[in-house]
Nanobody, 127 residues
Framework: VQLQASGGGLVQPGGSLRLSCAAS????????ISWFRQAPGKEREGVSC????????YYADSVKGRFTISRDNAKNTVYLQMNSLKPEDTAVYYCAARTGGFILERLWRSPYEYDYWGQGTLVTVSS
C-alpha cells in the first residue's frame, strides 16, 4: 500500500502547478483523500479533501477559489490544481488516505484521521 505524491517544483507568484497523488496496492475508490501541507516551523495543515462516498469536497479558507481537488478513479489518482500561487503557499505537500471513503467536515483537517500518507512533494513559490 503506497501513496506517491508528485508535481511540486519552483513557480513564480501567480503561477500554477498540478500535484498528483497516485495509489498503488489499493484502490482509491474506497478512500477519502486529502492534501496537507507543512511549511518550515509550522504545523501540518489541511488544504483540501475529497470523499469517494458522496463526492464531498472541502477546502481551507486560504486556498478557496485558487485550488481545485479532483479524482480520476480510472487512473487511481487524486489531483490538486493550484492556481494564483502565493509565496505563503510554499510548503511540502502531502496526500493522505482515510479508509471508508467518508469523513466529516469537522474532522478532515486532522492528520490523525488518516491511515496512509504519501512522502511529500515540495512546492516553492518565489520570484
Amino acid at each position: 500500500v503506497q501513496l506517491q505524491a508528485s508535481g511540486g517544483g519552483l513557480v513564480q507568484p501567480g503561477g500554477s502547478l498540478r500535484l498528483s497523488c497516485a495509489a498503488s496496492g489499493f484502490s482509491l475508490d474506497y478512500y477519502a483523500i486529502s492534501w496537507f501541507r507543512q511549511a518550515p516551523g509550522k504545523e501540518r495543515e489541511g488544504v483540501s479533501c475529497i470523499s469517494s462516498s458522496d463526492g464531498s469536497i472541502y477546502y481551507a479558507d486560504s486556498v478557496k477559489g485558487r485550488f481545485t481537488i479532483s479524482r480520476d478513479n480510472a487512473k487511481n489518482t487524486v489531483y490538486l490544481q493550484m492556481n494564483s500561487l502565493k509565496p505563503e503557499d510554499t510548503a511540502v505537500y502531502y496526500c493522505a488516505a482515510r479508509t471508508g471513503g467518508f469523513i466529516l467536515e469537522r474532522l478532515w483537517r486532522s492528520p490523525y484521521e488518516y491511515d496512509y500518507w504519501g512522502q511529500g512533494t515540495l512546492v516553492t513559490v518565489s520570484s
